[in-house]
């Protein structure tokens, strides 16, 4: 294990999120909601500032008397600081990602689990900027606290102890951990999900039907709350073009006609609910 990390170490010392976008607020929000000391990191004092208001309202409906402590910084080095378990939470973009892990490891605490939010990059692509690689894992939040699942999947040299630790730990504060027990590009559920989700762009794409009629089938069919392109909404079409362009460099066969479809719709300006339009509007 890592330094000696220790189940006294995790009780007594905080976590640190680095990102404090929609994701890494509501992340913050179920631990601290949850009774975990949370200290976050985002360059924009906007950001947090917004993050914050959002930790003060998700946590109001836990009805959780336990209510961690959440501080926030500008400053990395000193969020991190005696950090047990760092979550990076920050865009859906590489080069981005291999920058922060090189900076946390220069400030992280030397025992500290360094772990990436990335939906659709594995963490072995971060391994070489940080020299303890068996300290690196995989932590892939949904959005909390309305889908508390989160994979925790090894870098491919994560040491299986702290695997065991993370999910564990998580499990205690407001999350439903699984264990992706082998590298996997999309994890488990985004696997699935991003079959149906290119089907229904492809059906769009090529005029078979429109978005709000897949939306009410799927819901239809399915039970569900959401049909895919309300989901995507949500989720931004812009990120949800960066992840389809990462599957069709790492898989053949990847059609072009729905990267095309999410193409259009963001030169447009139409990026789901955070524009104010996408597939649908929103007031």
């Known amino acids: 294990m890592v330094a000696h990390l220790t189940a006294a170490d995790v009780e007594r010392r905080p976590i640190a999120i680095v990102g404090a976008g929609t994701l890494g607020g509501m992340i913050a929000a179920t631990l601290v909601g949850h009774g975990a000391d949370v200290q976050l990191f985002d360059i924009s004092q906007a950001q947090l500032d917004s993050a914050i208001a959002r930790v ?30 760092i979550i990076e939470a920050v865009p859906e973009r590489l080069d981005l990602k291999r920058e922060i892990f090189a900076q946390l490891d220069e400030v992280a ?70 264990h992706v027990r082998q590298e996997s590009t999309g994890f488990i559920y985004n696997r699935v999900w991003a079959a149906i989700k290119r089907e229904a762009l492809m059906v769009v794409a090529t005029g078979i039907a429109a978005p709000e009629d897949v939306d009410a089938l799927f819901r239809s069919f399915h039970e569900a709350g959401v049909g895919p392109f309300e989901l995507m909404d949500r989720v931004g079409l812009d990120v949800v073009l960066e992840i389809e362009e990462h599957y069709a460099q790492e898989r053949d066969g990847i059609p072009q006609e729905p990267r095309e479809l999410l193409r259009r719709y963001i030169a447009e300006g139409k990026l789901g609910v955070k524009s104010g339009e996408g597939f649908y509007r929103y007031t």
């Open 56 to 85: 003060d309202t998700l946590t109001s409906t836990f009805g959780n008397d336990e209510r961690g402590q959440l501080t926030t910084s500008t400053s990395m080095a000193e969020a991190v600081k005696s950090a047990w378990l």
């Open 109 to 178: 605490p030397e025992d500290a689990v360094l772990t990436t939010n990335s939906s659709s990059y594995r963490s072995s692509a971060l391994a070489d900027v940080v020299s303890q690689p068996q300290r690196l894992m995989n932590t892939h939040f949904y959005h909390p606290p309305e889908r508390n699942a989160v994979e925790v999947m090894t870098s491919g040299s994560t040491d299986p102890a702290l695997i065991e630790l993370v999910i564990e730990q998580l499990g205690q504060r407001g999350f439903r951990p699984f």
